[in-house]
């Protein structure tokens, strides 16, 4: 099935002037501009297009990229405010329309802002800064450890909320962030667990269990480089840890935890001793 604003794969039906038209099936011929086509291409080979609206409202494909596609969230900059509402840049001649019945605050032109792109009840590709309006629609069926890619929403008082794969809010609490985040930064971030209530907690590494099987190598390793000694306890400051191993304070406690259970280390006042081998 075909599907505005995103990319599908669709076959070269015939040649004109101005162009190529691709079988769009139910939909009709679409037409793909000679300025967006490819070298070579040729009756019967198939692409990858993406499908929008073009300024005249009709139907067109392109081998362009925008930088955001229908169900997906990014920041994008204002370019125009008029009386039908602000428009952003998104990549493509034609700029997205956000509609000021979705606009949380009036837009002003110059600043980003945080969207989510949609198809209306009009067959318009819009935008929308009104998130909770949108995300959250279905339930989120992730599990512990799966990898997802999340875009930074905003500061709170416990973290950093974020949009994760472009569906849902999740939350990354801020005794396991020690780098600075602002709002529309991507990257990639592990599930920790989906609560009853429906809310993602994440976090920037993996799981702390695993990582701290894989760190206890290291704190092995820096103590025999220091004679056996390293100042830093469970009761570290989490910046000073992070600079040492690069790891949350909790995946650092996990791992010195599991060295002392097996009496590798004895862990004292000021800090960390090496249980010499016989």
């Avoid at 000679?34 to 040729?42: D, R």
């Avoid at 700029?95 to 949380?104: A, G, I, R, T």
């Amino acid at each position: 099935m075909l599907a505005l604003g995103k990319i599908n794969r669709l076959t070269v039906k015939k040649q004109v002037k101005f162009g190529f038209y691709l079988d769009g099936l139910s939909w009709g011929e679409i037409l793909l501009p000679n300025n967006v086509s490819p070298a070579g291409l040729e009756i019967g080979s198939e692409l990858d297009v993406f499908l929008y609206l073009d300024s005249e409202d009709q139907l067109i494909a392109t081998t362009e990229r925008p930088k955001i596609k229908v169900g997906e969230v990014a920041q994008l900059d204002v370019v125009a405010t008029t009386k039908v509402g602000a428009f952003v840049n998104w990549g493509l001649k034609k700029d997205l329309l956000v509609p000021f019945s979705e606009q949380q605050i009036p837009l002003k032109e110059g600043q980003k802002y945080l969207l989510y792109c949609y198809v209306d009840n009009s067959n318009r590709i819009v935008a929308s800064t009104k998130l909770d309006r949108h995300l959250h629609k279905t339930p989120p069926s992730y599990n512990a450890g799966d990898k997802v890619s999340i875009m930074i929403s905003e500061q709170t008082d416990i973290g950093y909320k974020a949009v994760v794969n472009h569906q849902h809010w999740g939350v990354l609490y801020k005794n396991e962030v020690f780098k600075p985040l602002r709002r529309g930064d991507k990257m990639q971030a592990y599930i920790v667990k989906v609560r009853d209530d429906g809310k993602i907690d994440i976090r920037l590494n993996a799981s702390t269990f695993k990582q701290a099987q894989e760190l206890s190598d290291r704190i092995l390793y820096k103590l025999q480089q220091n004679d056996g000694k390293l100042a830093l306890t469970d009761k570290s400051s989490p910046e000073l840890i992070y600079a040492a191993f690069g790891v949350s304070k909790k995946a650092y406690k996990q791992a010195i935890g599991s060295l002392y259970k097996d009496k590798k280390i004895v862990i004292a006042e000021h800090g960390i001793i090496l249980v010499p081998t016989t």
